[in-house]
């Protein structure tokens, strides 16, 4: 090992959407994913992590900072995190890493937040080029969003990456194509796709700065998240015909603001849905091999044992569960995400966690593996209203010591500024949502895996169900929450 990677490199490898059980590694073949399970032969599998808020920024924010939505105010795909917060990067740069971020996180400026060297999506479509018009149908021809052919933009894929930045309707707005819809393939090659751009830039970074200082790099890819048009050999693997929707189910024990979700969904047009699907699925399949090119780069170069690989997503996917599509929901499919951490010299191999981990861990965890100071206080820059320690706690213990218990249970939230404002606290066997203003949500989900049977109704005095309400309040009081709408 080179005298100056006395710490290990850290590398996180980040999609966009994925559900946590759709991998080989985890034991569904639907869409193989050979390069991801290399991950998880070389270090250890969470079967049971949760993102913070299944919704890009708010998730991706609280990654980085370590801070629950609630505290940073970074809630909704339009927000943007207050520049006077501490990421992981400022803490890492500040202990002599180079710190590096290719590809999505969805800052919605320009502000770095830490990042010494940044190459985000605009720099992906100054070398597309006259290709960018691909993309561009791509983002007009959303299969469950036929609003995008009107408007043309959707920060959450890039177009814009900087919001605001049309003083107006985007330029695309009568200069795209409507597909029929018959396939999900890409106009674009595969090698012209922001996933394979992302792969070749990470490559090239480390190529070029290994030898320097001990690296942070977030490799971070848009797919599987729309648009869901991917390379045409992998969106044939995926015909629309051949694509299957779960049954929704008798949604009438959910509240009634999901109720209105799953058959509003139920109703809209069963070929889109399909497509939707197989979208995904084929644009799962290509993250998968583009993250292959970056783990053969580490082979190539002999960097296993010098860098910690993380692989994880901001949030799932509900791909058709309980008639859901994307996200936005605090249903497992939605709320759960892939993590696997590996680190040969120091981690076990091909190990398996069951304990119940909160991925806005991840800032501290990694800062432990490092071996660096503690994190300190959460702003750079005093401001009111700012907190004053990180939420999030590391999970080291249980990455290092795969059979340990871990905590007792794991959180997240959702809809902070809208209604109702929704809560979650997850223990090994029971999940419970707080609906604040309308039906509440207990599933046994040792009994229940699947969240089809709403026991609140039944069990709402019982208590099971008023130990998880105070074990939810005890983390964070919904009557504090000063982003509701009034």
Known sequence: MPEQAKHP?????????????????????????????????????????????PVCVASRMAMLTGLYAHSTGAINNTDRLDWRYRTIAHHFGDNGYLTGLIGKMHFNDAMKHGFDYYLSINDWLMYLGPKVRHFADEIANHPMGPRFFETVDDDGAGMPDVGGLWD????????????????????????????????????????????????????SFMKPHTPFYAPREYAERYPIADTE????????????????RMVSMSQADEWRRRAHV??????????????????????????????????????????GDHGLLQKFCLFEPSVRVPLIVAHSP?????????????????????????????????????????????????????????????????????????????????????????????????????????????????????????EHRERLFEWFDPATNRFRAV
């Open 9 to 53: 490199n850290v590398l996180v490898i980040m999609t966009d959407q994925h559900r946590h059980d759709l991998m080989t590694c985890a034991g569904r073949e639907l869409v193989p994913t050979p390069n991801i399970d290399r991950i998880a032969g070389q270090g250890v599998r969470f079967t049971n992590a949760y993102c913070p808020y």
């Open 168 to 219: 107006g309707p985007s330029p695309w707005v009568g200069n795209v194509q409507r597909y029929p819809f018959t396939n999900m393939a890409s106009q674009l090659e595969a090698d012209d796709h922001l996933d394979m751009f992302i792969a070749r830039e990470t490559v090239k970074f480390i190529r070029s700065h290994r030898r320097e200082a001990p690296f942070l790099l977030y490799a």
């Open 245 to 260: 929707l779960p049954e929704a189910g008798d949604v009438s024990g959910y509240p009634e603001h999901l109720q209105r």
């Open 278 to 319: 197989a979208g995904y699925l084929g644009n799962l399949a290509f993250a998968d091999t583009c993250v292959g090119v970056v783990l053969d780069a580490l082979d190539e170069l002999g960097l296993w044992e010098d860098t910690i690989v993380v692989y994880t997503s901001d949030h799932g996917e509900m791909g």
């Open 346 to 466: 120091s981690l076990p191999a091909a190990s398996v966690s069951e304990a119940l981990i909160e991925q806005i861990g991840l800032y501290p965890t990694l800062v432990d593996l490092a071996g660096l100071p503690e994190p300190g206080p959460p702003p750079r820059v005093a401001f009111p209203g700012a907190a004053d320690a990180l939420d999030g706690v590391s999970f080291s213990g249980c990455v290092r010591q795969p059979m340990a218990t871990g905590p007792d249970a794991a959180f997240s939230e959702y809809n902070l500024r809208g209604r109702p404002c929704q809560y979650m606290v997850r223990t090994a066997q029971y999940k419970y949502v707080y609906n604040e203003g309308s039906t509440h949500e207990l599933y046994d989900l040792g009994e229940d895996p699947g969240e089809f049977r709403n026991i609140w109704a039944a069990d709402g005095d019982s208590s099971t169900a008023r």
